[in-house]
């Protein structure tokens, strides 16, 4: 299950809500797509900047990690991956999925220098 089946947001392509909140970033973040075997960035939320959760745009994950760990979507996914349900496992999909995504989630997130380069 995805955040927004799990969630019923109505913000995944031709859902519900996109004519009134537009389609959530998570729904359509291509790179992340088979994390934690989730559809586009569905499994992976909590690390997609702009994401539209409980009414509000959420920032990168350090600005929203407090909402995150209130959600019963993420807890639910932290009792079902445990560490693979983390920013440098998703990192790491990233890193192996596409380089250009990777690079700027690092930058997006605070790591220097990603890729070692």
């Not at 799990?6 to 031709?14: I, L, T, Y």
């Not at 992340?32 to 569905?42: D, I, R, S, V, W």
């Not at 407090?66 to 983390?86: P, Q, T, V």
């Not at 920013?87 to 890193?95: D, E, K, V, Y």
Request: overall charge positive.
């Amino acid at each position: 299950m995805d955040c927004w089946e799990f969630k019923g947001c109505g913000r995944e392509p031709g859902g519900h809500s996109v004519g009134k909140t537009g389609v959530c970033p998570a729904a359509v973040f291509e790179p992340a797509n088979g994390y934690l075997g989730g559809k586009n960035g569905g499994r992976a939320c909590a690390f997609i900047t702009g994401t539209f959760c409980e009414e509000v745009v959420q920032g990168t994950y350090r600005d929203k990690s407090k909402n995150c760990w209130d959600c019963d979507f993420y807890r639910a996914l932290r009792r079902e991956h445990g560490a693979e349900f983390s920013m440098p496992a998703f990192a790491l999909h990233l890193s192996r999925q596409d380089r250009n995504a990777y690079r700027l989630f690092s930058i997006v997130n605070g790591r220097k220098n990603p890729g070692g380069r």
